[in-house]
């Protein structure tokens, strides 16, 4: 995986970045693994300011999307949107609720961003597109859940069933160990 976007990111390097899961898996998020699933690889998202062209090889898409310089971070040799950027960019990517909640949650769990941060980020994006749908995801992401499945059984739980709010993996101590 890290491979096919540091190749990708070879076609951008001088002035745009990665974003969405691809910056999120060069970041150590493990659950970004830039699949749709029944081995359908997705293209390694990226950003560039200057020169964006379609790539008709599908192995990458290049958005002209607006990117501030404090949004572009050099990590691991690799021009990469910041953590709450690519956050926001994989929501947007995501397109519907409950796959975009799993992935701030994941990234919440990668430890590479943190839910106040989040929030936040929210706040100073009052007019773009996507902003809607990331409202609505922040507000059901908690920084518990250590995997996707168990987020969308968590919204299953809320969503669907309309139960309350459970607990998502409390510490459980035994009170005979000693």
Same mark, same amino acid.
């Given at each position: 995986?890290?491979?096919?976007?540091?190749?990708?990111?070879?076609?951008?390097?001088?002035?745009?970045?990665?974003?969405?899961?691809?910056?999120?898996?060069?970041?150590?998020?493990?659950?970004?693994?830039?699949?749709?699933?029944?081995?359908?690889?997705?293209?390694?998202?990226? #950003?560039?300011?200057?020169?964006?062209?379609? #790539?008709?090889?599908?192995?990458?898409?290049?958005?002209?999307?607006?990117?501030?310089?404090?949004?572009?971070?050099?990590?691991?040799?690799?021009?990469?949107?910041?953590?709450?950027?690519?956050?926001?960019?994989?929501?947007?990517?995501?397109?519907? #609720?409950?796959?975009?909640?799993?992935?701030?949650?994941?990234?919440?769990?990668?430890?590479?961003?943190? #839910?106040?941060?989040?929030?936040?980020?929210?706040?100073?994006?009052?007019?773009?597109?996507?902003?809607?749908?990331?409202?609505?995801?922040?507000?059901?992401?908690?920084?518990?859940?250590?995997?996707?499945?168990?987020?969308?059984?968590?919204?299953?739980?809320?969503?669907?069933?309309?139960?309350?709010?459970?607990?998502?993996?409390?510490?459980?101590?035994?009170?005979?160990?000693?």
């Amino acid at each position: 995986m890290e491979q096919r976007i540091l190749e990708q990111f070879l076609r951008v390097r001088r002035d745009g970045a990665v974003t969405a899961w691809a910056s999120l898996r060069w970041r150590g998020a493990a659950w970004f693994d830039g699949s749709a699933g029944a081995g359908t690889l997705l293209p390694v998202p990226m #950003l560039r300011n200057s020169g964006a062209r379609a #790539l008709e090889d599908g192995r990458a898409t290049i958005s002209r999307a607006q990117l501030a310089p404090h949004e572009r971070e050099f990590v691991h040799g690799v021009w990469c949107t910041s953590a709450l950027r690519a956050t926001f960019d994989e929501v947007a990517r995501r397109g519907r #609720l409950r796959p975009a909640v799993a992935a701030i949650c994941m990234a919440l769990a990668a430890g590479v961003t943190a #839910l106040d941060a989040v929030r936040r980020y929210a706040a100073t994006r009052p007019a773009w597109e996507g902003i809607p749908l990331y409202r609505e995801t922040v507000a059901l992401s908690n920084e518990c859940f250590r995997s996707g499945p168990e987020v969308f059984l968590h919204l299953r739980w809320r969503l669907d069933a309309g139960f309350p709010e459970p607990l998502v993996n409390p510490p459980v101590f035994d009170s005979t160990a000693g």
